[in-house]
């Protein structure tokens, strides 16, 4: 019986894929249902089973399965497998081959990958950068910020488009790594804003109409697309003027603080511990100390030395 996708009915060119955990596998599936043919490798190879069956192609060690496309991807956990894995290979590996990364790591890392990735001669690297869970690649909302050689990216846009929407941000490597910890960075403080905010719901009389999922559609989701971006393009413009006098419109600092210590006092009251709160009153306060406490909300960028 053939597999569903075999890979004899690949209408595209090949690709190879280095790193099947939940967001390489989501790739690799992409690949193989928009017609690409797809050699994998992944460390534990159970873990490519689901690929194989869909029409993969299982690969013995990473350098065959470099070898087996002019396109490689990898996906791995963090930049150290990608130097581990690129160190091993042997200096001809790579030969006039593009590599596409989407390891998360930091700028210094990518730099030494796109070393390492000449010196195994592929002809270029490019980082990758997803903004996207593994269940919507595939999807136009899905966004992945690409930087590193132009040619080399524009070469690989016509696969990399299979994944979502591309934006290529530049020719320095690390741009897609700024790109990704920028955004990172806002998913994280919202994350735990939401899951404070549904703590709190769960211990209040609102927890019984309906749940954490109905709350979040009738309530979060307005708020987060509603609301919050008014709030967040005033303070950027305030950024980009460094003007963060309140002229009586705006609400200040002190008074912020004054509204979180509140928040923070009925949090406590229902049980709920608040220490993800507390960064947030230690940089009003250091605004404060600055001489700012009068200055609106955006001014609390001066804390954190960015200037
Ligand atoms: N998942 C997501 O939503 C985010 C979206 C934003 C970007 N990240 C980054 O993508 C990289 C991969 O993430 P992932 O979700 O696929 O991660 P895992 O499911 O944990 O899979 C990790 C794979 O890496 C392999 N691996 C780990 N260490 C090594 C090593 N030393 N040598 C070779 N392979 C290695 C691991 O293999 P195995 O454990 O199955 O044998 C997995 O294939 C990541 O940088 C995110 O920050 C995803």
Redesign the pocket.
Known sequence: MSPPHSVSQSSQGSVSV?????????LARALIQNGWKTSVW???AA?AEPIVHMGGILAAT?AECIQASELTIF???????VH??LGECDANCGHGRIVVD????IVSDNYRSQQLAASKSFSAYVRG??????QSIGLPESILYYSGDATAFKKAENCLKVFGTSIYLGSDVSLASVQ?AIL?TCFYFFGVGFLQSIALLKTSKLWSSGGAENFTTRCVIPFLTEQLPVAFLDMAKEIDKEDYATKGSVVTVNTLASSLRALMKFNVDQGIPTSAFEPMLRLMEARAEQGGGGDGMASLINVFGAN
């Open positions: 280095l790193g099947l955990g939940l967001m390489g596998n989501a992944n460390r534990t873990k990473p996906c791995l956990l963090d930049q150290q497998a581990e894995i989407f390891t998360s790591g950068a997803i903004e996207a869970i593994p990704e990172g």
